[in-house]
C-alpha cells in the first residue's frame, strides 16, 4: 500500500521539496509514498481568484475563506477516499511520536496547510478536521509543518530506513530522549569516548544508554521526564480493576 500525501496549499512547489531528497526520496521514486498537492487556489469562483478576506471584526492580517477551503477539501477528500483530514495550525494539538506512528500505519493524509492569519474557524465546524500543531511556534505557512509531518511519517515506512529496529530507541519512542553518540577517533580534542562503550559488554551498554537517557531528558525535557514518571507508576488497567474489585 503506498502512503498517500496531498498537501491543500497555496504554493504547490513546495512539495515534495526537501522530502525528494535522500530516504524520502528515494522512497518517492520506489513508490513507496506518493505526493499529490492540491493548489487552494483552483477552487476560488472569482476573477481574482480570490482565497482571503479581511477579518470579520477587524484586525490586522487576511484570513483564508471557509467556501473556498471547503471547495478544495471536499475536491481532495472525494478524490482520496478514507485519507484522514488534518490541518497545520498553531491552535492545533501537539503532534507526538504516537500519532505519527499511527498516521504512517494508514494510508496517508489530507494535510490542509494555512496562511496569513489562518482559516475562517468554521470550516472546523463545517469539516471533520484534526488540528495539528508541530510547536510552540509561529511559522510563515503550514506548508513546513506539512513537510515536517510527512517527513515524521516517511521514514517509519516498511524499508525506508532498512533495519525494522532503526528507530526504536530514538528520541520521543519510548517517552525519552536518545542516549548520547560517539564514533572514531576514541580521543578527540583530549575528549574519549565513555570506556563503557568501548567494554564489548552489551548489557552494560544498555544500562548506561538507558541511564543518559533518563539523566538528559531529566534535565534538558523535564516535562517529558514528568508525564514518563506517571506514565511509569500508573498501574495497568487489570491493576486498577483488581484493586477496585477489592475495594468492593
Known amino acids: 500500500m503506498t502512503f498517500a500525501a496531498v498537501p491543500l496549499t497555496l504554493y504547490p512547489d513546495m512539495f515534495p521539496g526537501p522530502l525528494g531528497h535522500s530516504m524520502a526520496g528515494r522512497a518517492l521514486e520506489a513508490g513507496v509514498w506518493s505526493c ?17 478576506d479581511t ?15 471547503a471547495a478544495a477539501i471536499d475536491h481532495a477528500v472525494a478524490a482520496n477516499p478514507g485519507l484522514p483530514l488534518l490541518a497545520m495550525t498553531p491552535r492545533g494539538a501537539p503532534v507526538t511520536q504516537r500519532r ?72 520521543f519512542e519510548n517517552g525519552l530522549l536518545e542516549y548520547p553518540h560517539y564514533t572514531r577517533p576514541v580521543t578527540w580534542e583530549g ?27 531529566r534535565l534538558r525535557r523535564p516535562d517529558l521526564w514528568e508525564r514518563h ?5 500508573r498501574p495497568a488497567s487489570g491493576a486498577r480493576r483488581k484493586e477496585k474489585d477489592t475495594r468492593t
Open 191 to 217: 575528549r574519549t569516548i565513555p570506556e563503557v562503550l568501548r567494554s564489548g559488554d552489551h548489557a552494560k551498554i544498555a544500562a548506561w544508554r538507558k541511564h543518559q537517557a533518563e539523566v538528559d531528558t
Open 55 to 69: 477579518p470579520a471584526g477587524g484586525g490586522a492580517g487576511m484570513v483564508l475563506k471557509a467556501d473556498v477551503l
Open 36 to 52: 499529490a498537492p492540491v493548489q487552494i487556489r483552483d477552487f476560488a469562483t472569482d476573477r481574482h481568484r480570490t482565497v482571503d
Open 100 to 171: 505519527i506512528r499511527d498516521l504512517s500505519a494508514g494510508p496517508g493524509a489530507i494535510i490542509l496547510c494555512g496562511r496569513f492569519e489562518g482559516f475562517d474557524e468554521r470550516i472546523f465546524e463545517g469539516r471533520p478536521i484534526e488540528q495539528l500543531s508541530m510547536g510552540d511556534i509561529i511559522l510563515s505557512g503550514g506548508e513546513m509543518g506539512a513537510l515536517l509531518l510527512l517527513d515524521a511519517c516517511i521514514r517509519l515506512l516498511p524499508g525506508v530506513m532498512g533495519a525494522a529496529s532503526s528507530g526504536d530507541d530514538e528520541s
Open 229 to 233: 514518571e506517571g506514565a511509569r507508576d
